[in-house]
């Protein structure tokens, strides 16, 4: 079947099989290899990508159901060369080891800053729920996002 | 000209970040060669049978598919996986199995098609007539008369006896105010990297070269146990360790999938992928820990230990991989922590059961010795009603003894035990605590304070302390390239530890150039000189000091020219703002480039020096290196629930100097996260027929964000005397105290209700129960 | 990791759906957010030869408020269902259970039709459902017909969707002002569902006496249910601890409670109780308020 969809503001189409999960069409399609796969039970979160702007788990989600929607990478974020806030905090505040979660992580962190622009603690372990990391203890991605609602608030003037 | 600063002992920023945060890094599923081929391999679903017969004609045929094999294509074609620690009983390891299964996930049979959906609908096609045997998964009914056999030619399920014998234990224990005798449990763990196993192999035909893409922390031993196992020459054979997205001693191995798609590359002449998923990853990748001990302390009434006697029954599960049997042996050596215990003895009896083999995960047999000594010092406390402080205090090594030979014959290089523990007390503010623990109680409020004073064994270390082809040295080599600009490759590799950066930091500060003016190497075997890898904490104290040797060689070389420029002897010359200067007097000084032209000879080579600015090095340790610290968790129950809340978690951690702190705080974070999951969540289940319960992350309860605590962090500084840089190492340390601290926390808080010890991991439900049945006794 | 081939349909109208599900009969399978049909279909447990999608029929996507009912399309998701500022208003425990579910990404994925007619034991929304007595609509070739949230979860992981019926929706009673709410969960540790939640509505009389109360319980047993025992233990009585306590240990009255590795069958009741009383107790300080 052909699917046409929008990855990281391109607009894409491709011939492909039903049962192509999104992750799948990403990694192996569109030749995105940013976004990981961690487990098959729609749990670790290493494949959250943006689909019309909300975190999304792509190995739950068919690439045919994408059709017609909005995808954004970890390629997507960094815009004219420079990177996103949230690539920024997790650079500074040492928010990554190993760095196989950090793609999904970081996208799930978008996630949160797009509807609150001061999360607490609290609220930010709460909203990354949904990925795991071994390596960190999750206190330095904790300060990365708080490190990029600083900067986004600072930006936007609040 | 801008002055370049100092960067050992600053925060920097990681050098491998950008790659990493911009989705661009390379791991081993990123690979992409032309005609890439996929494997799946089909896996046991029983714990123990024998196969009676496998038809693969149905997958041989289906859409895409490339080639099947079972265990009887691969019969005599091919070695085993080696076990290179020493064994009474080693059995053949085969790559698929033969003739029957011994574990839950034995690899059955592996299929190899165009893409990985069309493998797995041909692996769907696959029947094996499977004859179930009677399995046993509990390590002490393995020992039984009448338990099923796992390999038939040894008679019983016996791996090796280990003894350490003393009987000056046995005389603590006949004269001793009291002996303590308890059993506890540190149950079977999965390391759980995030990114799971991934081999890509591509053979090349007409050169009869092998290049492999692994995701390993060891990647030069593994080329040679992969060398000898497909029977190559070494030097045709070449390991890659992409981006590894976490090991935690679960890629310190050499694993069946890699054999077998080297194997079916060079049998099919093209690239052949193989990439575990997770379910694979908690079946067939090692796991950790699994051990039984039994001890019995000899006390006096103040609290002075007088020996520790302990008998370990160690589940190995089915097979032995790369150094299943070698793990317990640092539990029995470092079980008397920190502690001037006289006397020690102890038995091992490893076994095999219907389960995964163990093997390292962080902390490899350091976090059970730690438990042991930490739960053995509470149990003192609880037992004499001391407070756990001071029974610590009563038997900490001192500070003056150091270095100090143990009674298990390690040598402690340095430490400062009280010292730790007095800044975490500080932290916590100790009677305050235990004053609104009191209070607490009043109100029917259960609040535990746990204190665990570790120390650990690091910076592994020297060869005669690992078994044969896993030495302990580290090699490295420094290249200042013709620009000044300097190039490290080395021997380690790190796979999240970020020494890309430590040792940019050391290259930067020892040349007297920029951060960004080095780069650091690791992980290929083709451009890496031979090198050992990145496990037990050893990639800075070791790595780091064969760093140290390779600079030293490359600024005696340098200083030698710039003598002869400068007119200067070379002792009086020093590396800073990329010049060469006077230590006396900055201002006298060349321009580094300038003694680089020199050496490579571009304008007036130096007569009788060799051109070039390289040199290579190889640290062998004269010692271990022991970390320690103290953390201290507090924490609430909920009776209702026996939900356990964290209030409070500070960790003082001595790694000796510090290069990196931003670093050295990630990996004490990390390492009391994975040690926290010990104590309450973590727990490996088989059921008693050996089926694996925990088969996927819906089951096996790894933890997230809103599981842990916020942790306070603290350090005090003891150098180690063994390398240059005066470090000890710190992969593991947060790992290593966290379990005890909380297990004694928990303990601590249902004291009062009469509860003595419950074995982790400290579900809710154990401890409601425990509550339970305490009020209702 | 790999599903097995099948055909994708996108249906376009609910007319269309059902027209689907009439050609492919037992070999299709409708697709929402496919949060539990794809980690099925990843591990080979379900194989349909066709999927149809129904998440771009505009209707069930909808949440609306008519006939003084607060209509829920079935392929609303959680996320929508949890920030839907008509549902935070006027039915507050349903925003409630949907900010419960799984993560934020399972939530912005997976719906509530999905979650109810897969039926899993620990899912959150059937406890919620149950209590506010929703009004669950089944279309079929030629018509719908309504089934009141009592009569639909039948057992573990079956409904009282008939083979050819599709849910298009969910519809509500608000809650009145003066009734109390909340949804308390005791999440698994490692999968996040529900090892056990209770939804629990709570209206008091004038004289501050419990008038009338509803209590769902999730986890529990083979499938969510009433907890009428409670409710019946509840009616006229004063609203204080020792009456909520002695209410709530009848949770698990005559449930045959499920167990697993993290929590017994055993456990599993008391924590129903816990949780009970937990639940009732905010409601009732809610109601208060």
Known sequence: MRVNLTVNGQPRSDEIEPRLLLVHYLRDVAGLTGTHVGCESTLCGACTVLLDGKAVKSCTVLAAQAGGASVTTVEGLAKDGKFHPIQDGFWEEHGLQCGYCTPGMMMAAVDLLSRTTNPSEDEIRHALEGNLCRCTGYQHIIKAVQYAAEKMRAAAGR | ?777 | MFPGQFEYHRAASIKDALDLLKRYGDDAKLLSGGHSLIPMMKLRLAQPAHLIDVTKIAEMRAISESGGKIVIGAAASHDAVANSSLVRDKLGLLAEAAAAIGDVQVRNRGTIGGSLTHADPAADYPAAVLALEGEIKLERDGGARTIKAADFFLDLMTTAVQPGELLSQIAFAPIPTGTGYSYQKYPHPASGFAMVGVAALVSLDRSGKIASSRVGVTGLGAKAFRASAVEAALAGKAADAATIAAAAARTADGIDALGDIHASSEYRAELARVYARRTIQAAVARAKA
């Not at chain 2, 209070?439 to 592994?460: M, N, Q, T, W």
């Not at chain 2, 022991?626 to 960790?651: C, M, N, Q």
């Not at chain 2, 670093?663 to 040690?675: R, T, Y």
């Open chain 2, 1 to 777: 000209m801008a002055v370049v600063p100092k960067f050992v002992g600053e925060r920097i920023k990681r050098r491998e970040d950008p790659r990493l945060i911009s989705g661009t890094a390379t791991y081993v599923d990123d690979v992409r060669l032309p005609d890439t081929l996929a494997a799946v391999v089909l896996r046991s679903p029983y714990p123990h049978a024998r196969i009676n017969s496998i038809d693969v004609a149905a997958a041989r045929s289906a859409p895409g598919v490339v080639a099947v094999l079972t265990g009887g294509d691969l019969k005599d074609k091919v070695g085993g996986i080696p076990c290179v620690a020493p064994a009474e009983h080693i059995p053949f390891h085969p790559l698929l199995a033969q003739g029957k299964v011994r574990f839950v996930g034995e690899s059955v049979a592996i299929v190899v098609a165009s893409d990985a959906y069309k493998a797995q609908d041909a692996a769907d096609l696959i029947d094996v007539d499977y004859n179930p045997l009677d399995a046993v998964s509990d390590p002490e009914k393995a020992l039984e008369d009448g338990a099923p056999v796992l390999h038939e030619e040894f008679g019983n399920n016996l791996v090796t006896r280990a003894l350490v014998p003393n009987p000056a234990v046995d005389e603590a224990i006949a004269k001793a105010d009291k002996v303590i005798k308890f059993r506890i449990v540190n149950q079977r763990l999965a390391p759980v990297p995030m990114e799971p196993r991934g081999v890509l192999a591509n053979w090349h035909q007409a050169s009869g070269h092998l290049t492999i893409w692994t995701s390993t922390q060891i990647p030069h031993l593994l080329r040679s146990g992969l060398a000898a196992v497909l029977g190559l020459p070494e030097n045709r054979v070449r390991v890659i360790a992409p981006e590894v997205g976490g090991g935690f001693g679960a890629k310190l191995n050499f694993y069946r999938e890699e054999a077998l798609v080297a194997y079916l590359s060079r049998m099919l002449g093209r690239p052949v992928k193989w990439i575990e998923r997770r379910r694979e990853n908690l079946a067939a990748t090692t796991h950790g820990r699994d051990q039984i001990t039994y001890l019995e302390v000899p006390v006096k009434k103040d609290g002075t230990v007088l020996g520790i006697k302990a008998k370990f029954i160690c589940d190995m599960g089915a097979y032995l991989q790369l150094l299943t049997p070698a793990i317990p042996g640092f539990s029995g050596l470092m079980m008397t922590g920190c502690y001037k215990i006289p006397a020690m003895s102890f038995e091992q009896v490893m076994v095999f059961t219907n389960k995964m083999a163990t093997d390292a995960y962080r902390g490899a047999g350091r976090p059970e010795a730690a438990y042991i000594a930490e739960r053995t010092m509470d149990m003192v406390a609880g037992e004499l009603g001391l407070d756990p402080v001071e029974v610590r205090r009563r038997n900490f090594i001192p500070k003056e003894a150091f270095p100090y030979a143990t009674c298990a014959g390690l040598v402690y290089d340095s430490g400062d035990y009280n010292a730790a523990l007095n800044k975490a007390l500080e932290i916590v503010d100790y009677p305050k605590m235990r004053a609104e623990q009191a209070d607490a109680l009043k109100h029917g409020r259960y609040v535990g304070i746990g204190i665990a004073s570790y120390v650990e064994i690091c910076g592994l270390g020297p060869s005669v302390m690992l078994p044969p082809k896993v030495p302990g040295w580290e090699s490295a080599t420094v290249r200042m390239e013709p620009d000044s600009r300097v190039t490290v490759l080395t021997g380690i590799s790190p796979h999240g530890q970020g020494q890309e950066t430590t040792f940019a930091q050391m290259a930067a500060d020892a040349f007297g150039i920029d951060i960004d003016d080095v780069a650091v190497v690791h992980g290929d075997t083709a451009i890496v000189q031979y090198g050992v890898g990145t496990f037990g904490s050893r990639g800075l104290s070791v790595g780091g000091a064969a760093l140290m040797m390779s600079v030293g060689k490359v600024q005696d070389k340098l200083k030698k020219i710039a003598s002869t420029m400068m007119e200067a002897p070379p002792d009086q010359l020093t590396f800073a703002n990329r010049t060469v200067a006077l230590k006396s007097d900055a201002a006298k000084s060349i321009p580094l480039q300038a003694v680089v032209d020199a050496a490579y000879g571009w304008k007036m080579p130096i007569p009788g020096m060799e051109p070039g600015l390289d040199a290579t090095s190889v640290f062998e340790p004269a010692g271990c290196t022991f970390p320690f610290g103290t953390h201290i968790s507090v924490v609430e129950i909920d009776p209702d629930t026996g939900v356990v809340k964290f209030l409070r978690y500070i960790a003082v951690d001595d790694c000796g100097n510090i290069i990196s702190p931003l670093l050295v705080a990630g990996q004490v974070h990390g390492g009391i996260a994975q040690g926290i999951a010990q104590a309450l969540y973590e727990e490996v289940v088989y059921d008693e027929n050996g089926q694996l319960v925990t088969a996927t992350l819906m089951d096996y309860a790894a933890p997230r964000a809103q599981m842990l605590p916020r942790y306070e962090l603290a350090h005090t500084v003891t150098p180690s005397p063994l390398n240059p840089m005066g470090v000890k190492g710190v992969g593991e340390a947060g790992t290593i105290g966290s379990t005890p601290c909380v297990v004694n926390a928990v303990m601590d808080a249902l004291k009062p209700l009469g509860i003595r010890h419950i074995d982790m991991p400290l579900r809710p439900e154990k401890l409601w129960r425990a509550i339970k049945d305490a009020k209702k006794a």
